[in-house]
């Protein structure tokens, strides 16, 4: 089973990596072209760059599934611009940003990923294992018998993501 998942998890990351990057990019571009309009410069100062990361952290939780994800700290954010200020100028351009973007959102895009992959493939899959092996209980398996398998995998996939969504 565990080599079935990762063959799986192999295929879903091969074909999401570039949706993934042409998503990122997409993102990174808008939110640093809605800053560049407002500022009228081809490069962003730190105030800047933090209101054009709110802006692609606000892209990311509308446009992407999975829990809210929180932009980072100014301190954080402060450290990463010095980073990936190449050329030293105190600003970034267009590129400095998406590499800076791409390094920000590496781990909220694997989560989504993985509960892409979860979603997907693993709460069916355990469904249906989960009504085969209720068929043969008294009362409870006649139901199961005469539930539709599409059915019966919504149920169990309502309940995973009731399961797994915070406490607010």
């Known amino acids: 089973m565990g080599q079935l998942f990762s063959s799986i998890r ?13 998503q990122l990019r997409k ?17 962003l100062t730190f105030q800047d760059l933090y209101i054009a990361v709110l802006y692609a ?8 599934p999975g829990p809210h994800n929180d932009p980072p700290s100014k301190e954080k954010l402060k450290a990463m611009m010095e980073e990936y200020d190449i050329n030293l100028d ?9 590499e800076l973007m791409r ?18 493939v693993l709460v069916p899959t355990v ?10 209980v008294p009362v409870v398996g006649k139901v199961a ?20 969504k915070p406490n607010c």
């Open 103 to 120: 390094k920000l959102t590496a781990d909220t895009v694997m989560s989504v990923g993985q509960n892409i992959l979860i979603g997907l």
């Open 127 to 136: 469904a249906l294992l989960a009504k085969r092996a209720t068929e043969g």
């Open 57 to 64: 952290y606000n892209d990311i939780n509308k446009f992407l």
């Open 145 to 164: 018998q005469r539930t539709p398998n599409f059915v019966y995998a919504s149920i169990v996939a309502l309940g995973v993501v009731l399961v797994q």
């Open 90 to 98: 105190g600003l970034l351009d267009r590129e400095e940003f998406a």
């Open 10 to 22: 192999g295929k879903f990351q091969r074909v999401g990596n570039g949706w993934r990057e042409t």
């Open 27 to 43: 993102i990174a571009d808008e939110a640093f072209d809605r800053i560049r309009t407002d500022s009228h410069d081809d490069r």
